[in-house]
């Protein structure tokens, strides 16, 4: 299936602090249906008041782990976004606290197949760690250095299946 067929009427919530960052994710997601919030409490207002397909969350900036907690108690896919903390201690809470993808803002462009990739193995009862951690882990290794997942090896080796 076309990752446009599985966006197609999605609707997604997009939480940033940056006006800049959310008319981008709106133009990249165009054929879904979006909501953008530029506040943590803009964000639970949205959560209170609709329903989503998923989540894509900067952060910092809009409190993003506690709407990751809130995402997560409603069982709504949730993509992390991040520029400023993008650091393998965030990459393993994101994951540890139920993010769904964490992506960095460098791979903005391609956010269309994080988020049908992260639906489409919603919809097949898996999750989407090993498809996005692959795509991304040279970007990690470039980021990181080479040898960063050494101190956690056992968890990050779930994710090269």
């Known amino acids: 299936m076309d990752h446009q067929d599985i966006l197609k009427d999605k609707r997604i919530l997009l939480?940033?602090?940056e006006p800049?960052?959310?008319e981008t994710l709106e133009e990249l997601l165009y054929?879904?249906?979006t909501d953008s919030a530029t506040s943590f409490e803009s964000a639970v207002l949205c959560l209170k008041n609709n329903t989503y397909d998923a989540a894509i969350l900067d952060i910092m900036g809009v409190e993003g782990y506690s709407l990751?907690?809130?995402t997560h108690g409603l069982d709504i896919p949730a993509i992390m976004l991040t520029a400023h903390?993008?650091?393998p201690d965030s990459l393993k809470r994101s994951i540890e606290q139920g993010a769904d993808a964490y992506v960095p803002k460098?791979?903005?462009v391609d956010i269309s197949l994080f988020v049908a990739d992260v639906l489409s193995a919603r919809q097949q009862g898996k999750n989407a760690h090993s498809t996005w951690f692959a795509m991304l882990n040279p970007l990690f290794d470039k980021l990181?250095?080479?040898g960063w997942r050494t101190n956690d090896?056992?968890?990050w080796d779930k994710f090269d299946k």
Do not use: E, N, P
Request: some cysteine; aromatic content about 8%.
């Open 15 to 17: 939480v940033d602090d």
């Open 20 to 22: 800049d960052v959310l």
């Open 31 to 33: 054929i879904c249906k």
């Open 68 to 70: 990751l907690k809130i």
């Open 85 to 87: 903390a993008l650091t």
């Open 106 to 108: 460098d791979k903005l």
């Open 144 to 146: 990181f250095g080479k």
């Open 153 to 155: 090896q056992k968890f």
